[in-house]
C-alpha cells in the first residue's frame, strides 16, 4: 500500500511540472473555458490523456522488452532529462503567464485537448524521456504500479487544468499569475533534486 501511495504522490508531481507548463494545451482550456465555462477544463483533460493512453500502451508493448537490457542507459537518460526540464522550469516561471487569448477554440473540448497534445514538441519530448524512463521504472515493480503512475499523472492533468477553467470562469479569483509563478519555480526545483536523485540511484547500481 505505501508502494502505491508513494507512486501516486510522485506521478502527480511529475505530471504537475508537465501539465503547468505553457502551450497549446493549455491554450485550448483558457479559450474553451472563456466561452463555455469551467467544464471546459476537465473535458480538454480528457482528450490529453486519450493521447497519453496510446502513448503508455505503445511504451508498455514496445519499448519494455527494450528496456530490460539497457536499465542503466534508460535511467540516466532520464534522471538528465528531468534535472533539464526542472532548470527550464525554474527559468520560465520568471516571466510566466496564463495569457488569455480572444481566438475562438475548437468546438469539441475533448478533440481540442488530444491534438493541442500531440502537436506539442514538448509533449514528446516529455514523454521520450521522462515520461517513458518513469513508466518503465514502475513497470519493473509490476503493471499494476505501472497503471497507478498514470492515474497520479492524469490527477495533475485533470486538477491544472480543472484550476484554470474554474478560476476563469469566476474572474481569476482563484488563480493568480504570481502563485502561478511560484508554484511553477517549486516544480522546477522538485524536478532538479529528484532527476539528481534519480542519477544518483542509477550510478550506485
Not at 480528457?46 to 536499465?71: C, R, S
Not at 534508460?74 to 525554474?90: E, N, P, Q
Not at 516561471?93 to 481566438?103: E, F, M
Request: with cysteine.
Amino acid at each position: 500500500m505505501q508502494g502505491v501511495i508513494e507512486t501516486l504522490i510522485l506521478a502527480f508531481t511529475i505530471g504537475l511540472t508537465g501539465a503547468l507548463a505553457p502551450g497549446p494545451t493549455l491554450v485550448a482550456t483558457i479559450n474553451s473555458s472563456l466561452q463555455r465555462g469551467w467544464t471546459m477544463g476537465p473535458k480538454v483533460a480528457a482528450g490529453h490523456a486519450l493521447a497519453e493512453v496510446v502513448i503508455f500502451l505503445l511504451i508498455v508493448k514496445g519499448l519494455a522488452t527494450v528496456a530490460e537490457e539497457q536499465t542503466g542507459i534508460v535511467a540516466v537518460v532520464g534522471g538528465s532529462a528531468l534535472i533539464l526540464f526542472g532548470i527550464l522550469t525554474l527559468k520560465g516561471s520568471k516571466t510566466a503567464t496564463l495569457k488569455i487569448s480572444s481566438k475562438g477554440a475548437s468546438s469539441n473540448p475533448y478533440l481540442a485537448g488530444a491534438l493541442t497534445s500531440v502537436a506539442n514538441p514538448y509533449f514528446w519530448v516529455w514523454w521520450l524521456s521522462v515520461g517513458s524512463a518513469l513508466v518503465l521504472a514502475e513497470l519493473r515493480e509490476g503493471l499494476v504500479l505501472a497503471m497507478i503512475f498514470m492515474i497520479g499523472h492524469w490527477g495533475a492533468d485533470f486538477g491544472w487544468y480543472t484550476l484554470v477553467s474554474t478560476s476563469l470562469d469566476r474572474g481569476r479569483t482563484l488563480l493568480s499569475e504570481a502563485n502561478y509563478r511560484k508554484t511553477l519555480a517549486l516544480c522546477g526545483t522538485f524536478l532538479v533534486l529528484f532527476g539528481a536523485r534519480y542519477l544518483a540511484g542509477a550510478w550506485a547500481s
